[in-house]
């Protein structure tokens, strides 16, 4: 599996897997949109989500980071992202309407998000794009 495959069906996974298959997607497409962004969030897939304090799951402290370590590639879950990944390399719709960002339900919301425009809610994530 190739790095980029890899990388974003962690942070997929790590962000999302409670959030179904539509969520799962969302994320995957936030991934791929901000590529369109280059270098501004990263040049690559792989480099975007890796990038610090872009994405909470791959913060040293955060819970899900500890879990993906214990997740085997028969998962069923995480085989949803990696094909969920393809789906996307392939031409996917993107339900998020061009998101780069998106936040959880319950947390603070940064600063950017007064500036952003909100373009869908899907499971307990909010997505937005215009982030200043």
Not at 19 to 24: F, K, M, N, S
Not at 27 to 49: E, W
Request: with cysteine; charged share 15%.
């Amino acid at each position: 599996m190739a790095l980029d495959q890899q990388i974003a069906a962690a942070t997929a996974y790590m962000e999302a897997s409670n959030q179904g298959a539509d969520g799962i997607r969302a994320v995957m497409h936030v991934l791929f949109n901000r590529l369109q962004f280059a270098p501004k969030y990263g040049s690559t897939i792989a480099d975007i989500c890796l990038r610090p304090w872009q994405f909470s799951c791959w913060n040293t402290s955060d819970p899900n980071r500890r879990r993906l370590a214990t997740v085997d590639d028969t998962d069923p879950i995480l085989s949803d992202c990696i094909a969920t990944y393809d789906a996307v390399v392939a031409g996917s719709d993107d339900p998020t309407f061009g998101a780069t960002h998106y936040i959880a339900d319950g947390i603070t919301p940064p600063s950017w998000v007064s500036q952003a425009t909100q373009t869908v809610k899907i499971g307990s994530h909010t997505f937005y794009k215009d982030v200043p």
